[in-house]
């Protein structure tokens, strides 16, 4: 069973920048057989996808909100995926949840379906 914890997250001012951490542990395959997504649930909304890095950290995605702002990289040695938000802005305010599945990559890496574990969360405010 793979467990995953966030953390990093906190109160920054627009235009400020975070990282996010998400870091694995437990038994199972090894961390670099997992493709890792980054998701995030504002107040009153659906979960939405981020992110994704593949398990050989050769691909990534994001969703169109936040290209050219967040980065997605991962360290294996370290059981860690990263997630370098820059430019936030108010409406980056949520919970973020990273996710696990033992894949190469996953096509509809949007879909929180398609994960089978999941961390807790770290909340992420974006405010003045």
């Known amino acids: 069973q793979l467990q995953l914890v966030e953390s990093g997250g906190g109160l920054v001012q627009p235009g400020g920048s975070l990282r996010l951490s998400c870091t694995a542990s437990g038994s199972g395959f090894p961390f670099d057989y997992y493709t890792i997504g980054w998701f995030r649930q504002a107040p009153g909304k659906e979960r939405e996808g981020v992110s994704c890095?593949?398990?050989?950290?050769?691909?990534?995605n994001y969703a169109d909100s936040v290209k050219g702002r967040f980065t997605i990289s991962r360290d294996d040695a370290k059981n860690t995926v990263y997630l370098q938000m820059n430019s936030l802005k108010p409406e980056d305010t949520a919970v973020y949840y990273c996710?696990?599945?033992?894949?190469?990559?996953?096509?509809?890496?949007?879909?929180?379906?398609?994960?089978?574990?999941w961390g807790q969360g770290t909340q992420v405010t974006v405010s003045s």
């Open positions: 890095i593949s398990s050989s950290g050769g691909r990534t």
């Open positions: 996710a696990a599945e033992d894949t190469a990559w996953l096509e509809g890496w949007g879909n929180s379906r398609l994960y089978d574990y």
